[in-house]
Nanobody, 122 residues
Framework: EVQLVESGGGLVQAGGSLRPSCAAS????????LGWFRQVPGKERGGLSS????????YYVDSVKGRFTISRDNAKNTVYLQMNSLKPEDTAVYYC???????????????WGQGTQVTVSS
């Protein structure tokens, strides 16, 4: 089992950057695929990016491709989401997740953090 704790959200102006991180405790972090998701009130949680355990390959949805970068540090049991060129529409609660096999579908993940708020002002 894995416990996930996000941090690093906050308030930033449009065009700025943030790097939320997600620290994991428990066993076998390096065997899990990891993903970042976001959710705004009244909408379903949507996938943003994922990174695979076995080869570090990454995937991004079109809305964040070229602006966001996912990375993982298995020695620190941490996954990051570098977010650049932020827009007001990026405002949401951001969640990390871990699973045996994960892409950008929330149903593929078994473990979730509590979320961190990101607010982008115009």
């Amino acid at each position: 089992e894995v416990q996930l704790v996000e941090s690093g959200g906050g308030l930033v102006q449009a065009g700025g950057s943030l790097r939320p991180s997600c620290a994991a405790s428990g066993s076998s972090f390096d065997t899990y695929d990891l993903g970042w998701f976001r959710q705004v009130p009244g909408k379903e949680r949507g996938g943003l990016s994922s990174i695979r355990a076995h080869d570090g390959s990454t995937y991004y949805v079109d809305s964040v491709k070229g602006r966001f970068t996912i990375s993982r540090d298995n020695a620190k049991n941490t996954v990051y989401l570098q977010m650049n060129s932020l827009k007001p529409e990026d405002t949401a609660v951001y969640y990390c997740a871990a699973g045996v096999y994960g892409g950008v579908d929330p149903d593929e993940y078994d473990y979730w953090g509590q979320g961190t708020q990101v607010t982008v002002s115009s």
